[in-house]
């Protein structure tokens, strides 16, 4: 099939589990039944993605309040009562972060719950989602390693063996979201990507990347608004992307700024496109998601697209969200009968 459709990773969690609306929700229901909450509103995204014709579905992101403290709440030797604030993403806003002050090891199986009802709810292929290890090492305060590239090679272990696990479950598709990579790109070269390919290691399954500008809260679009007329983080990591072993690099096309001939630089990596913008609530048309794939076109075989949004819809409106689902789903298919 051209132009398989797919998402980021997260969707808005359902009222009844969390508040609505938020990035970083409380949860509404606790023990028993918010485990079972959690399972019950992964099987209703499902079914919503699966009705807007959404091919390689995920979890959603339903049982954790936020992409990468969803996997710390699992590992040993962070600190996550005594927290502190720390600038991240080079600053663009403070958060309290959990601190690491011991060796850091894995309590267990982290995503084994939802991974596997997914599994067992869908025929299509299935996608989970990791934080990266350079975006980990960004979000915790180090008060043990004394090393940052040492810290965030610990946590490529411990994403290593979930990650095998996961596919174990019969996941199809993992991806590692690594946002800092569009904020240190320097360091994506010298230890970044050394840092995935152990995430990755002895992994079958296919592998992806997801580099972006972030979620649409005020902090990333006022960032966003700082970068000038031509977005070119791409342009720095890109190449060492293209040279590594990861299969497939998720990224931003709708209404960026990013000049699409540096998705050349990707040749031979399968790209997932982001044709939906989840910093704006205006639904896109199918007609404008199949000029986006066109545009891409100029530069990425089209055997090689995958369809996606920028990033994920954590705390996006539901029926914008959905409305958006469905957009993706129709714009893909009007492409493929375009451009067959």
């Not at 972030?214 to 700082?226: H, P």
């Given at each position: ?168 479950d019969g996941v199809d598709v993992i991806q590692f979201d690594e946002p800092a990579f569009n904020v240190f790109m320097d360091e994506v070269s010298t230890w970044g990507i050394e840092a995935l390919h152990r995430a ?141």
């Amino acid at each position: 099939m051209l132009f398989p459709t797919t998402i980021a990773g997260s969707l808005p969690k359902p009222s009844w589990l969390a508040e609505p609306d938020k990035l970083w929700p409380k949860w509404r229901l606790d023990g028993a039944d918010l485990a079972q909450g959690k399972l019950d509103a992964t099987l209703l995204m499902i079914k919503l993605q699966e009705d807007a014709g959404i091919d390689i579905v995920c979890d959603g992101e339903m049982s954790r309040q936020h992409f990468v403290h969803g996997f710390l709440e699992y590992v040993d030797g962070i600190d996550t009562v005594n927290k502190v604030e720390m600038g991240i993403r080079a600053d663009r806003y403070k958060a309290m972060v959990p601190v690491v002050r011991g060796a850091l090891t894995l309590r267990g199986r982290v995503h084994e719950a939802e991974a596997r009802h997914a599994r067992a709810h869908t025929t299509r292929q299935l996608k989970i989602t990791l934080p990266g290890p350079m975006t980990i090492a960004d979000t915790v305060a180090d008060a043990h390693y004394g090393d940052k590239v040492k810290m965030a090679l610990a946590f490529a272990d411990l994403l290593n063996a979930e990650a095998k696990a996961l596919e174990k479950d019969g996941v199809d598709v993992i991806q590692f979201d690594e946002p800092a990579f569009n904020v240190f790109m320097d360091e994506v070269s010298t230890w970044g990507i050394e840092a995935l390919h152990r995430a990755i290691d002895g992994l079958k399954c296919t592998t992806a990347v997801h580099i972006c500008y972030g979620y649409g809260i005020k902090a990333n679009i006022d960032w966003k608004n700082s970068l000038g007329e031509e977005w070119r983080q791409y342009e720095k990591i890109f190449p060492a992307l293209g040279g590594s072993r990861i299969n497939q690099i998720s990224l931003e096309a709708i209404n960026s700024r990013v000049p699409l001939h540096l998705l050349s630089l990707l040749d031979g990596k399968d790209l997932l496109i982001g044709v939906i913008d989840v910093a704006t609530d205006i639904v896109e048309t199918p007609d404008k998601v199949a000029s986006v794939i066109a545009d891409v076109m100029k530069y990425v075989p089209k055997e090689r697209i995958v369809c996606s949004t920028n990033c994920g819809m954590a705390p996006m409106h539901r029926n914008i969200a959905e409305a958006k689902l469905k957009a993706l789903g129709d714009g893909a298919r009007l492409a493929r009968q375009k451009f067959i």
